[in-house]
């Protein structure tokens, strides 16, 4: 297991388009959070996954954002009908449950760029 | 609600001088605090969390409850210090909240 991972690294697409990222955490982790962090900011909530429940999201969150987490493992986030404020990096990381660390581990980022 | 605030975005000092990163918290539950590092080309990673009470690196941060504040300090910096740092809290709900973060550079 070498950590959590995202894919893709790098998206570019067209204004109104539909993009879908995905994150594979650390296998024993059943809490899987996705941050959006913009240039000059720290990362920014949008929601988290207790195994396969989708337990909060951001009020800040548009409906054109979407998180599903099918059977506790891996994780999507899509974003549809794309705006060029949308360009950010999509942090996902996991962590143990709560009362042991409470440790995050973070991915590398999927990078989205509207054009 | 919660609320995380570094007010240095840009912080640089000399190689072997004290570095002080400040953070300080809204939030009217009991608070867990962590600092995250991010170096060059790297991924965000935890630095320290508040209730283990380490040094990490050289680094130790003390929650002050009284000031709402989780400085992050270090007696003598390292040109391998230089990172962004952000300090995090962590709510009841589970739920992370991070500062802007403080660019530190150390010059040699």
Redesign the interface.
């Known amino acids: 297991d070498t950590g959590v991972s995202q894919d893709p690294r790098h998206k570019i697409t067209k204004r109104g388009q539909n993009v879908t990222f995905r994150c594979d955490p650390i296998s024993e982790h059943n809490r899987l959070y996705w941050y959006r962090q913009t240039l000059g900011q720290g990362p920014e909530f949008l929601t988290y996954f207790q195994n396969e429940a989708q337990l909060e999201k951001s009020r800040l969150l548009s409906d054109r954002f979407s998180a599903e987490r099918p059977k506790g493992s891996f994780s999507t986030l899509e974003i549809q009908r794309t705006e060029q404020g949308d360009s950010a990096m999509y942090l996902c990381a996991s962590s143990l449950p709560s009362g042991r660390t409470g440790e995050l581990f973070f991915g590398e980022g999927s990078r989205l760029t509207v054009l | 609600a919660q609320r995380?605030t570094?007010p240095e975005?840009l912080l640089s000092v000399f190689k072997g001088a004290p570095v002080e990163l400040k953070c300080n918290y809204s939030y009217s539950g009991s608070p867990?605090l962590?600092w995250?590092v991010q170096y060059s080309r790297q991924?965000?990673?935890?630095l320290l969390?508040h209730?283990s009470r380490e040094s990490i690196k050289g680094f130790t941060a003390d929650l002050n409850k009284g000031e709402t504040s989780f400085h992050l300090k270090k007696p003598f910096a390292q040109e391998e210090d230089s990172a962004m740092y952000?300090c995090?809290l962590?709510n009841t709900?589970?739920?992370?909240?991070?500062?802007?973060?403080t660019s530190l550079t150390v010059i040699p």
Request: cysteine-free; hydrophobic content about 35%; aromatic content about 24%.
């Open positions: 995380v570094q975005k867990e962590f995250y991924r965000l990673q935890l969390r209730i952000y995090a962590r709900g589970n739920q992370f909240y991070f500062g802007t973060g």
